[in-house]
T-cell receptor, first 109, second 115 residues
Framework: DAKTTQPTSMDCAEGRAANLPCNHS???????VYWYRQIHSQGPQYIIH???NNETNEMASLIITEDRKSSTLILPHATLRDTAVYYC??????????FGPGTRLSVLP | EAGVAQSPRYKIIEKRQSVAFWCNPI?????LYWYQQILGQGPKLLIQ????????DSQLPKDRFSAERLKGVDSTLKIQPAKLEDSAVYLC?????????????FGPGTRLLVL
C-alpha cells in the first residue's frame, strides 16, 4: 500500500497557483518525498523531491512541514498543460516507489 | 540526452498468446525498472534490475511473467500466456545509481490490450 494519501481530484484556474497536498504521516527519518506527474498517455514525469527543507526548481516548489508528516506541491502559475495526475511518493534512495492513485489536477481556462 | 525508449507503443493480442516488450534505458543508467499500470491506478513495480542482476521481483507473477537484462543495458519483459487482466500499460524506468537519492526516469509505456 502507498504510504501517502492525496485528494482524488482538484481544479485550478489557469494562471493561478495550484497547491497539491499530500499526507505521509508514517514517513521515516531517511525517506524523501518525491513528486511525479503523468499527463494522459505518457509515462510519469519527475517534478521535484526533498527531505525536510523546502525545495524549488523550474517546475515547482515543494513545502514540507516541520514534522514531515505532510507536504504541498506548488505550481506557481498553472497552465492548461499542467493538467495531469500528480503522484506523491515517499522513498528511501529513490527506489521502491509505491504509487497511490494520485490527484487528478484539472486546470481550467 | 535521449530518454527511455520502449517498443512497441501498442499491442493487441488474444488471451493465451505470448507478448514481449522492449526497453532501452537512458545511456549509463545502471538501474532499470518495469512497472504495470492498470487503468485508473498508479504504476505498480514488477521488477528492478541493477546492471544485469535482479534486485526485486517480489511482485512479478512468475508463473507467466519473465524479464531479463542480459548485458546490463536493454531489457525485455515477456508475458506467456497472457490473461485478460494483463491489459495495462507497461512502463520502463531507469535511474543512474550514482549513490544517494535517485531519480527515476520513465519511458512512454507500452499499452497492452488482451482480448
Amino acid at each position: 500500500d502507498a504510504k501517502t494519501t492525496q485528494p482524488t481530484s482538484m481544479d485550478c484556474a489557469e494562471g493561478r497557483a495550484a497547491n497539491l497536498p499530500c499526507n505521509h504521516s508514517t514517513i521515516s527519518g531517511n525517506e524523501y518525498v518525491y513528486w511525479y506527474r503523468q499527463i494522459h498517455s505518457q509515462g510519469p514525469q519527475y517534478i521535484i523531491h526533498g527531505l525536510k527543507n523546502n525545495e524549488t526548481n523550474e517546475m515547482a516548489s515543494l513545502i514540507i512541514t516541520e514534522d514531515r508528516k505532510s507536504s504541498t506541491l506548488i505550481l506557481p502559475h498553472a497552465t492548461l498543460r499542467d493538467t495531469a495526475v500528480y503522484y506523491c511518493i515517499v522513498s528511501f534512495a529513490g527506489q521502491n516507489f509505491v504509487f497511490g492513485p494520485g490527484t487528478r489536477l484539472s486546470v481550467l481556462p | 540526452e535521449a530518454g527511455v525508449a520502449q517498443s512497441p507503443r501498442y499491442k493487441i493480442i488474444e488471451k493465451r498468446q505470448s507478448v514481449a516488450f522492449w526497453c532501452n534505458p537512458i545511456s549509463g543508467h545502471a538501474t532499470l525498472y518495469w512497472y504495470q499500470q492498470i487503468l485508473g491506478q498508479g504504476p505498480k513495480l514488477l521488477i528492478q534490475f541493477q546492471n544485469n542482476g535482479v534486485v526485486d521481483d517480489s511482485q512479478l507473477p512468475k508463473d507467466r511473467f519473465s524479464a531479463e537484462r542480459l548485458k546490463g543495458v536493454d531489457s525485455t519483459l515477456k508475458i506467456q500466456p497472457a490473461k485478460l487482466e494483463d491489459s495495462a500499460v507497461y512502463l520502463c524506468a531507469s535511474s543512474p545509481s550514482l549513490g544517494g537519492q535517485e531519480t527515476q526516469y520513465f519511458g512512454p509505456g507500452t499499452r497492452l490490450l488482451v482480448l
